[in-house]
């Protein structure tokens, strides 16, 4: 396995930065996109559970409508692919069996097997007296694709832009979520900065180490 | 700068797994530790605003405690860094100001310059009526930098493991966050495999791509 240096590491995660202008000619090869889906696959979550849905849009019309519901930002109409990521509204008995099904299969093991697994999953998420939260439980997952697919793509050179400011309920009903139990929670666009966006060369704002990180030696 | 191609990143990524055992002998090098903690200084954040702790133990006595917080998992104490992350339990106007002097402080721009962006922020995460939910939110940055840590810790082709089963108030406590406005809210083991964690050779269970990613082409 060919790793990074760390100063590459560094290189390409001090070079990205929340794109606010991108190159609508520039469009990412469908080999790097296919890398990133694939990283988006492969993004750890709790249990293993994937409580998750990925939309990608490079049809134009539909980053339209998607852009009216995203206070009219520019990037959303702009990038090359633009990723709505999606969680489970609750992650219910079907779901967990369904992904108890999918083990099965994968690792060829019996169900039987897998009996304490699911247990165990059905007393954190569904018999919980805090499953109503398991929305938020759901949420975080998403996060934790959010930030792996800003990483890798960074480390491919590609840019992103995390996109706040959105109104998901409307998402939703632009990308047939609504009532699938599918909720939108964050969308980020990704393609190549333009030349003259002046974000890129403002320094980075960050708290100093000393004040974000604590040592226990 | 120097980028991966899709097949290492990828590589890295197929390598990766949640790490059951560490090898309690193998420690990260000083200088990929501090790039990881860089990667974790530069997470992006909703409006840049970083609502977030990181906690570092290699104390082994701190580890102990930590492990019976955590439902005894050997990986907190066999690990070579253990990773804590906690977030701003309500990120108040006092928060905001300071992020707004930080600003002013390395772009070396007038305060008056940012009375506008501060007064966004103010209504999204102060004013805002669903404002109780601000710890919510920084709970979804706080899972973003930890999708960024697992992922640039595997392009450095470092093991990692995060912690589901901790109780995140005892965590409090043996780190002093109570009381603090900080909550730990997840963690994540760094170090190097055990050759014996069978858990290694297991299949990865992904649902099929196709029922993960929809495409609006």
């Known amino acids: 396995m060919l790793k990074m240096t760390t100063e590459q590491l560094i290189d390409c995660l001090e070079w990205r930065y929340a794109t606010k202008k991108f190159d609508n000619t520039k469009k990412i090869d469908p080999q790097a996109w296919e890398a990133l889906e694939r990283a988006l696959v492969l993004t750890p979550s709790s249990f293993g559970l994937q409580p998750w ?23 959303v109409t702009d990038c090359s692919h633009y990723l709505v990521i999606a969680v489970k509204e609750k992650t219910d008995g079907e779901f967990i069996s ?38 938020t439980w759901a949420t975080c997952q998403g996060y934790i694709a959010l930030g792996n697919f800003m990483t890798a793509a960074a480390v491919l050179g590609i840019d992103t832009c995390p996109l706040g400011g959105i109104v998901p309920a409307k998402y939703d009903e632009i990308l047939a979520l609504k009532d699938s139990g599918w909720k939108t929670i964050v969308a980020c ?24 990180i604590t040592h226990y030696l």
Chains 1, 2 share one sequence.
């Open 98 to 135: 369904h992904y108890i099904e999918r083990i099965a299969q994968v690792r060829s093991i019996d169900r039987a097997g897998l009996e304490g697994y699911k247990k165990i999953m059905m007393g954190a998420l569904v018999m919980n007296p805090k499953s109503p939260e398991n929305l």
């Open 53 to 75: 849905k990925f939309i990608v849009i490079q049809n134009q019309a539909v980053k339209e409508k998607l852009r009216e519901a995203s206070m009219n930002q520019s990037q």
């Open 189 to 212: 666009c990704a393609g190549f900065r333009s030349a003259d966006d002046n974000y890129a060369r403002a320094k980075k704002v960050r708290f100093l180490s000393q004040e974000l």
